[in-house]
């Protein structure tokens, strides 16, 4: 006997909660861990185990201790841009995601967890700990974003999309909150302030973990109606050529994605280089730059889902070029932000928040629409390599225009270029011939 229409629905109800949960898991390790903690303790530890001159030599090599962290990042882009395209051919293959979803996550959390261990000058260890954990992270939520065109249908995608970022921004705000009063009362408690931090860093793996479970019980495998023509031997950079050209035969797909690289490159360098240009521009204290980022993050969830709602009545690329004025208007005005004055970094951090969510969910959304059925994981793993694999652009502009000018305010403000370029080539999608030449239904509103 088949199942009813309503017995369907709830079935994808209960779907779409768990999904929900693994971006409440995971989202925390991104906030506590590698916006706030690790970057300045790694690169305490690293401080402590460097030479006279400044210098740490991993493998022989010699690297200055500032410089640690960010190679650390670095390379696990480059070991996640090899395996993504590799796990995601062989999840669209096997009709089995959730068990490599399972190994990913548990991988990443059982990494972020250890960090426990770094005292001292256990730089190396560190350095390693960061590679995994990051390039687990990369390959899960490949694997969590490819399951959306499975779970939700075309006219829910924008508000499971939107949810699910939510739940990840409330996730990281609430616990955020909570290391900080691990982290500033850390006497009160009976701890040093390593040790704080050290904890701070555990209990990231150990929730990540703990919340897996929900997604991992309730999200179920389908039968895989692709061919697998690729060869499950390809290496890592074999299958993601393999599957940029199967792109080409749907280039308004390809278009998208080129629009995504360029204008979320912008997104990721405006939350990486914000900081910096507190700091160092306008003189702003740690205390409120950590104030700033749990700021943004209680904000995005708001964001998130207001945008969800827009999409639905004025649809999701018009919401998505909407987002993307938004962003040109923030930038602009962080240029005039006056120096010494929270208040009004504050404000910037509370635009930065109402669109970063929106925009980031609603982009996901409309890629899941221009998916070719049973090549989920395959084409979100190229999607998931133009989010990391390409975040250097951003950062290179800025760093040039710093030094070429001197100022961070001239730096701050050429990222506009990314969104100005990424409006434009969005803009000349059209997405409704794009979801059907993908073989998909094309929503009422899109």
């Known amino acids: 006997m088949g199942t009813t229409a309503a017995e369907e629905a709830a079935g994808r109800k209960r779907e779409q909660r768990g999904w929900y949960f693994y971006d409440w898991a995971c989202s925390v390790y991104s906030t506590s861990v590698l916006t706030v903690f690790l970057g300045p303790y790694l690169t305490s530890v690293a401080e402590a185990a460097a030479d006279a001159d400044g210098f740490v030599h991993p493998l022989g090599i010699p690297v200055r201790a500032g410089s640690f962290f960010a190679y650390s990042v670095s390379l696990s882009v480059i070991a996640a841009v090899l395996v993504m395209p590799l796990v995601g051919a062989a999840a669209d293959r096997r009709g089995r995601k959730k068990p490599l979803l399972a190994a ?52 829910e995608r924008d508000a499971v999309s939107s949810r699910g970022w939510a739940f990840g921004y409330a996730a990281g705000a609430l616990v955020l909150v909570l290391n900080l009063v691990l982290y500033l009362a850390h006497d009160s408690f009976g701890v040093s302030q390593t040790t704080a931090v050290r904890i701070c860093l555990a209990s990231a793996g150990l929730w990540w973990g703990a919340f897996t479970l929900v997604p991992l019980s309730r999200l179920r495998d389908r039968r ?21 050209r199967d792109m080409r035969r749907h280039p308004l797909t390809l278009g998208f994605l080129l629009a995504y690289l360029v204008y979320n490159d912008g997104i990721q360098t405006v939350i990486s280089q914000a900081s910096v240009y507190g700091a160092k521009e306008l003189g702003l204290g740690q205390s409120t730059l950590i104030v700033a980022v749990l700021l943004v993050q209680v904000l995005a969830v708001a964001g998130a889902l207001l945008l969800g709602r827009l999409a639905r009545t004025y649809g999701t690329k018009r919401t998505i070029l909407g987002s993307l004025v938004a962003w040109t208007v923030t930038l602009a005005a962080g240029y005039f932000l006056p120096a010494g004055a929270p208040v009004w970094f504050f404000v910037l951090a509370a635009g930065i928040g109402l669109v970063l969510g929106g925009s980031q969910a609603l982009s996901r959304s409309l890629f899941s629409h221009l998916v070719p059925p049973g090549k989920e994981a395959e084409y979100f793993s190229a999607y998931e390599v133009s989010d990391r694999g390409t975040s250097w652009l951003g950062p290179l502009l800025f760093g040039l225009t710093y030094q070429l000018t001197g100022s961070y305010r001239d730096a701050i403000i050429s990222l506009v270029a990314f969104f100005v370029i990424g409006f434009a080539l969005l803009a000349r999608v059209p997405v409704r011939r794009a979801i059907s030449d993908a073989g998909n239904p094309v929503p009422a509103r899109i």
Not at 110 to 120: I, P, Q, S, Y
Not at 236 to 242: P, T, Y
């Open 104 to 155: 990913a996550a548990y991988t990443g959390a059982a990494a972020t967890t250890a960090m426990f261990l770094l005292d001292g000058d256990r730089y190396l260890l560190g350095g390693a700990l960061l590679i995994v954990a990051n390039a687990a992270q990369s390959v899960a939520m490949m694997l969590y974003n490819s399951y959306l065109p499975q779970i939700a249908l075309p006219e």
């Open 224 to 244: 895989t109606t692709t061919d697998g023509a690729t060869a499950p031997t390809a290496t890592g950079f074999r299958q993601l050529a393999a599957t940029i």
